[in-house]
């Protein structure tokens, strides 16, 4: 059990948008900067977007990020099919178990 | 560019000590920046294991804390991971990443545990 909470999938077609959650609480991501990271298949993750939404160099605009709370989102538009890759949200929790911690992974199919 | 490099062996018997070596290039570690690593057991999510800062001061994951020594030596530019008493839940891809927000990754490495 993660615990940031991500849904486990998500799909939308070709040159659509689409949004991935991620929920967590006041320790996490409540008071810390949230990341983004994707993972295509046999790969190493990659930094998509840090510090809620920021872009790494390289980083096309079709990528943002977002935060509100206890939550924050990740948006793709203009999806392609190279966009299909596990997507994982990751913060600091500042609680009695102090450290890093990431959400389960969303799975993104684009049809 | 920065680059990180795994390394250490891919098969380790229950029991015993898991020990992988993280090489950073292009980057010193004496320069700042916290190091660390992360696992992904196969099919899974990714879990946080810990983290150093180059003067030596470190994070760890609770629940792991009590099995993992993360090391570093600035004289060769690497970092390292110690995992006592392992078992097949042990079993993942390990990674070592730049911290605090993980902006560059090595590419992995396996570690089995089996008799």
């Known amino acids: 059990q993660s615990v940031l909470t991500q849904p486990p999938s998500v799909s939308a077609a070709p040159g659509q948008k689409v949004t991935i959650s991620c929920s967590g609480s006041?320790?996490?991501?409540?008071?810390?900067?949230v990341s983004w990271y994707q993972q295509l298949p046999g790969t190493a993750p990659k930094l998509l977007i840090y510090?809620?939404?920021k872009r790494p160099s390289g980083i096309p605009d079709r990528f943002s990020g977002s935060k509100s709370g206890t939550s924050a989102t990740l948006g793709i538009t203009g999806l392609q099919t190279g966009d299909e890759a596990d997507y994982y949200c990751?913060?600091?929790?500042?609680?009695?178990?102090?450290?890093?911690?990431f959400g389960g992974g969303t799975k993104l199919t684009v049809l | 560019q920065v680059q990180l490099q795994e390394s250490g062996p891919g098969l380790v018997k229950p029991s015993e000590t898991l020990s992988l070596t993280c090489a950073v290039s292009?980057?010193?570690?004496?320069?700042?920046?916290?190091w660390g690593w992360i696992r992904q057991p196969p099919g899974k999510g990714l879990e946080w294991i810990g983290s150093?800062?180059?003067?030596?001061?470190?994070y760890y994951n609770p629940s792991l804390k009590s099995r993992v020594t993360i090391s570093v030596d600035t004289s060769k530019n690497q970092f390292s991971l110690k995992l006592s008493s392992v078992t097949a839940a042990d079993t993942a891809v390990y990674y070592c990443?730049?911290?605090?927000?993980?902006?560059?990754w090595g590419q992995g490495t396996l570690v089995t545990v089996s008799s």
């Open positions: 990443a730049r911290a605090v927000v993980f902006d560059y």
């Open positions: 292009g980057y010193s570690i004496s320069s700042g920046y916290y």
């Open positions: 150093i800062y180059h003067s030596g001061s470190t």
């Open positions: 006041s320790s996490n991501i409540g008071n810390n900067y």
């Open positions: 510090d809620n939404n």
């Open positions: 990751g913060t600091w929790d500042s609680s009695l178990s102090a450290g890093g911690v």
